[in-house]
């Protein structure tokens, strides 16, 4: 794990060093020199936030569901659906978005349909039961210490979840966005198959975009040598300072919740 | 006699194993009567079957009728007549065994039960929780850190807010498990002391482990066996001094 932080660390400062105009410029071109990643930044900036926003409020709401709002019944069913995402290869889910979700936004809102938005809707199914774990492992431990006390204080079960469960989750109901997060900004496959892998600043969510992660699986499928191996290290060193980041913070959350 | 609670062929299972059976009793309107046995007698489910709350734990099944008499008049509180189990457990307040407050600060453990009644209002929520603290002994104690974490108070201090916490909702029943099973001799004393003072003011139902503590505080004993009631007597029944000790004991 050392060997590779260095590693990737020592050659991204290299190539920034030797050509940082070059880097960190908006263009990508290699026939013309120019390696600029910045729009790939951008690009996984914002589909893994995006994505991990849209995870997290329907994580919120399905653990909500299967603690209190939902029927016993339909809250096992969720509960198990979950438990089954998480199995699913992540190929799955870009092959079945390919033909099932991106006809539906090209008909539906225009455009190619491989776009931030379609990307943005994929990532959030794929990291919903990680973060529904998360705070499923939160209630159920809170509840279970609360659930008797509530109930002989005439709270109903609704209001043990809202009143005493959420409040009491608070730490790591944030910290599971930050999982979330960090699951997102470090996936390949669904960005690479799903959202059109145009470089430049995506504004619009129907815009297609690349991200970092995406950059660095086409540039080394493909060949090309020299700076633009400069620029996938550079692009490496960033998503390993990013979710390397995610992961101290998330652990700080949970370490002071334990308190 | 003047009865708070008139108990008709109460059974209570749990996937299916039955933890008490076809229990009929009647349990004084005044003073504080007290259950005895061992563990696994059924004290317990017996206790919260009185407020229902053997119903939010799985594999719940029970039978028979509950009469408590509630707001001037007696209801079967597994009826259609009865009041919601939301209201009914306001009414019928329960302490546990372990200090349970919640996992918030000690003016919330209050005023967060108390917020809920409808038609509750905020300065008189604050003015009843300043008078049970007052009751329980703890106002001084806890006056200027009132929104600290409950958790950081000590056990003793912890059972008296969850007393304190009851007594807020202004219950016409008290039903008490063991409620200074978890406390060293000093805090045990603390609560048998306010225990005392409440005894005419509500009717108690309370579980105790020891046979010295039942005999200092109740006025009226139940024995239970395996799920059924063994024996029971008044404590003008009772022998005087050591050999009613001896009598309960070998009733155990």
């Known amino acids: 794990m050392a060997a590779l932080f260095v590693f990737i660390t020592v050659y991204a400062l290299d190539g920034l060093i030797k050509s940082p105009a070059s880097l960190l410029g908006s263009i990508w071109n290699p026939e013309g020199k120019e390696f600029g990643i910045l729009p790939m930044i951008w690009a996984s900036a914002i589909l893994s936030l995006s994505a991990s926003v849209i995870g997290w409020v329907f994580a919120l709401g399905c653990s909500c569901f299967i603690h209190g709002y939902g029927s016993k019944r339909l809250a096992r069913i969720l509960s198990n659906v979950l438990r089954i995402m998480t199995a699913i290869p992540t190929v799955v889910y870009g092959f079945a978005s390919v033909f099932l979700l991106v006809p539906l936004i090209r008909n539906g809102f225009g455009g190619s349909g491989f776009s931030w938005l379609t990307a943005s809707i994929v990532l959030s199914l794929m990291i919903l039961p990680t973060m ?21 204080l005439g709270l109903t079960k609704e209001q043990n979840l809202a009143l005493v469960v959420l409040p009491t989750s608070k730490k790591w109901i944030l910290s599971s966005a930050l999982l979330g997060f960090g699951r997102a900004s470090g996936d390949t496959l669904i960005p690479t198959m799903l959202a059109g892998n145009a470089v430049q600043y995506a504004i619009s969510p129907l815009d297609a975009m690349r991200t970092l992660t995406a950059h660095i699986g086409l540039v080394l499928s493909s060949d090309v040598g020299g700076t633009a191996y400069y620029s996938l290290f550079v692009a490496g060193g960033i998503l390993l300072f990013v979710s390397v980041t995610a992961n101290i913070i998330f652990r700080m959350i949970r370490g002071r919740s334990h308190e | 006699m003047q009865y708070c609670a008139k108990i008709k062929d109460l059974s209570v299972s749990f996937h299916g194993r039955k933890a008490i059976s ?25 206790l919260r079957s009185l407020n229902r709350l053997n119903e939010i734990i799985e594999g719940y099944e029970g ?15 597994y009826s259609d007549d009865a009041p919601e189990p939301t209201e009914l457990r306001r009414r019928v307040g329960m302490v546990f065994q372990t200090p349970n407050p919640l996992p918030m600060s000690i003016r919330r453990n209050i005023i967060l039960p108390l917020s809920l009644i409808p038609g509750s209002k905020k300065t008189e929520n604050e003015e009843r929780m300043e008078s049970v603290l007052k009751t329980t002994g703890l106002w001084d104690e806890v006056k200027d850190r009132l929104d600290t974490p409950a958790g950081r108070l000590s056990g003793g201090q912890q059972q008296r807010l969850c007393l304190a916490r009851i007594l807020a909702l202004e219950p016409e029943i008290l039903l008490l498990d063991e409620p200074t099973a978890s406390l060293d001799r000093r805090a045990s004393e603390v609560i048998e002391k306010h225990l005392l003072s409440l005894k005419n003011k509500y009717c108690i139902v309370m579980i105790s482990h020891s046979v010295r503590q039942a005999l200092k505080l109740g006025s009226h004993f139940i024995f239970l066996r395996g799920g059924n009631i063994v024996a029971s007597f008044s404590k003008g029944e009772l022998p005087e001094g050591k050999e009613a000790e001896n009598l309960f004991n070998d009733l155990l």
């Open chain 1, 132 to 152: 529904v774990l998360a705070m499923d492992s939160a209630f159920r431990t809170i509840e279970s210490e609360t659930e008797i006390t509530s109930a002989a």
């Open chain 2, 22 to 46: 076809n229990i009929s009793t009647e349990l004084p309107s005044c003073g504080i009567t007290v259950l005895l046995g061992r563990s696994g007698s059924g004290k317990t489910t017996f």
């Open chain 2, 63 to 77: 039978s028979g009728n509950v009469n408590l008499f509630l707001g001037g008049r007696s209801r079967d509180i």
